[in-house]
């Protein structure tokens, strides 16, 4: 039985002026997946995430989401068929309180999918559940990215891509993170996430993409990225 692809990237080429910054990606994510996107600082790892987004203005290559080529759609119109993407700065509505912030984010239901509240979501998400009435600007880093991942699930994507999902968070945090992961992935959402931290992608992740300077140096299972000792020294150690 063939395993559906959800999100093909094929030759995927960005530009910031006239700086190239990713050759020719191609990258897949299947229904069912957690998919690692990792690499240092400056790989290129954001950078592809936003060019799926349609958010890098000068790109060129095939992006496909459930069967339909979106690289000419705008960014508005790509979160509209069910992708939706938690951006590394999080961009929160600072003066806007959680449920102001998580009512932002609704978009209609979709067939074969859950349909997220927010009392679901204050069930993953406790510390938010405490806080609804306060502004976006006075909580912390972390409180900030939970509020990023409700407020784009509150658009029931069918997959959705994390920008460094554990950076510059406290570690009751990142486990938090991971635990979001498996219960996202549980209930049939798709994951593709960029990532520097080994272990915590290690404990999420069932496959992953290594890039440097813009391609992709290892495609593979996550266990055959752990046993891979020299991977790992050349594209992930600092």
């Not at 991971?178 to 996202?184: D, E, N, T, V």
């Amino acid at each position: 039985m063939t395993t559906k692809t959800l999100l093909e990237v094929k030759a995927l080429n960005a530009y910031y002026g006239r700086a190239q910054i990713l050759f020719g990606i191609d990258l897949q994510v299947r229904a069912g997946e957690v998919v690692a996107l990792m690499g240092r600082n400056g790989a290129g790892k954001s950078t592809t995430m936003k060019s799926i987004m349609a958010m890098v203005r000068r790109r060129s290559g095939s992006v496909v989401f459930r069967g339909q080529e979106v690289s000419k759609l705008q960014s508005h119109q790509i979160s509209r068929l069910g992708l939706g993407f938690v951006p590394e700065e999080r961009r929160i509505f600072s003066d806007l309180t959680v449920m102001e912030n998580l009512s932002v984010g609704v978009q209609p239901a979709r067939e074969g999918m859950r349909t997220w509240t927010t009392e679901a979501l204050f069930r993953m998400f406790p510390n938010l559940g405490q806080m609804q009435q306060r502004p976006g600007g006075q909580m912390s880093g972390g409180e900030q990215q939970m509020l990023t991942v409700a407020r784009t699930l509150m658009g029931n994507p069918y997959l959705v891509m994390l920008d460094e999902p554990s950076e510059g968070v406290a570690p009751v945090i990142v486990e938090q993170m991971a635990h979001m992961i498996h219960q996202l992935k549980s209930q049939g959402l798709c994951v593709l996430l960029s990532e520097q931290n080994i272990h915590f992608a290690s404990l999420v992740a069932d496959r992953a993409y290594v890039l440097e300077r813009g391609q992709v140096r290892f495609s593979g299972d996550m266990h055959e990225l752990i046993a891979d000792k020299h991977i790992r020294s050349q594209y992930l150690s600092l």
